[in-house]
């Protein structure tokens, strides 16, 4: 098959992947040459009884639990149409900021449902690009014949809605997940109108050996990341350090002096690694790279006069910098000491909060014999699912079928499913007193609803939200 763009975009219940649900998937395909293939997906998703929404998400996106039950269909029957007929081979998913975001997602819903949960997006061809740092390069090295945005403060800002705004695209109704489809696949369009080089360039560069071939040979080289200052359209010269423990690279910002950190111990730079909001110490110039996310990177022979005053690029300064770091012998070792201990430090705090099955997507990849069976699993119907025993290798899909059911198939529930279904959600949501789901959840509520410049529809959004809060609070017994 030919190699076609599948732009994607959900529309979600929370912003935490591990604890909260999509809620619509919209898709359009089009060629590479941006021509649209076929009719748009348009995917509403039912929210089981053992999740509670966050509000504030429910009031940016208008879908309430009333109306994804009504409307919608499981997360079975969704990854079913998915898997048909969204991710076909040689498909390449993009949309804005879905690499971070939407991704992930993906990743947690098809891990639930019994599918890998990374297949998706590299076998048969596949592969994944996101339009948000195609948006930010252009801004920085070629912005010519498009209109940028600012935030009121004065501020760039690379919002969807304001670039689509300024440069005359339709985009009716921001954060519907279809509009923001058809508006992504409209500023694709303009970019590529624009400067067609470059918009080629950075869709070869989806190809994580082509980054990594650009990294890792020592060379400084150009790094567009939100993760950058604003003040230099988050774009910066990086040079590689060394490996990431996990997988891609560690890199230095370029544009700051490494001397104070020479000196430091490992455990030293781990410290000022950390990102703490009301930092009033430096932090560690040093960011993490992942080959397969896409980063947009770029040989500084991109760099013109102009995008060099435009980055505020300094290349004495630039190369100052390179050789003091070329010049220490043991920096990098510290470097790649202090990722491990923050390593070490993060898979504590996530194993002492996250501890329910379906927050353990990270714990390990499924192996062949259990793929199988969790084929089986997917082709089973809810009655089937009682007397199904697969006796998998993996304890997590084990943990997980019983809760896959009762998701999917509640009214296949036999007496003794109902029963234990209803402790796993009096346990999930009603453990933690004050910190527990549904406290968070009520108390926002009342938050929001004391809040004087609520809309009429906001309001009714968050009426509906309590009477569906209330209608699945377990019962329990006094």
Known sequence: MAASLLFYD????????????????????????????????????KLSDDVFPDPDAVLVTGITPQLANKEGVTEAEFLKIFHAHIATPDTIFVGYNTIRFDDEFMRYTNYRNFYDPYEWHWQDGRSRWDLLDVVRVTRALRPDGIKWPFSSDGKATNRLELLTSLNGLDHDNAHDALND???TISVARLIRGKQPKLFDYLLEMRDK???????VAGEPFLYTSGKYSGDYEKTTVAVYLCENPRTGALVYNLREDPTPWLSKTPEQLAEAWKWKRDATEPRLPVKTMQFNRCPAVAPLTVLDDGSKERLKLDMDVIQKNLAIIKGDATFCDKVQRAAEILNKQQQTSFLANE????????????NSQDKTKMSAVRSADGE???????????????????????????KDLTDDERVEWEKYRTTKLMTGGESSHAARFFKRLGDLANEKRLTESERFLLEE??????????????
């Not at 998937?25 to 941006?34: K, N, P, S």
């Not at 050996?209 to 990294?215: H, P, T």
């Not at 089937?384 to 509640?410: G, I, M, Q, V």
């Open 10 to 45: 959900l529309e979600t219940s929370g912003l935490n992947p591990r604890e909260q649900r999509i809620m619509q998937f919209a898709g359009q395909r089009t060629t590479l040459e941006l021509e649209p293939i076929g009719d748009p997906f348009n995917i509403i998703i």
């Open 181 to 183: 489809v058809l508006a």
């Open 209 to 215: 050996k082509r980054v990594e071939q650009l990294v």
């Open 355 to 366: 501890q329910l099955v379906d927050a353990q997507l990270y714990d390990g990849f499924f």
């Open 384 to 410: 089937e699912l009682t007397t199904f025993a697969p006796d998998f290798k993996d304890e997590r899909l084990n943990a997980l079928l019983p809760l896959y059911k009762a998701r999917n198939y509640s």
């Open 465 to 478: 939200l309590q009477l569906y809060g209330q209608s699945i609070m377990p019962d329990i017994e006094e």
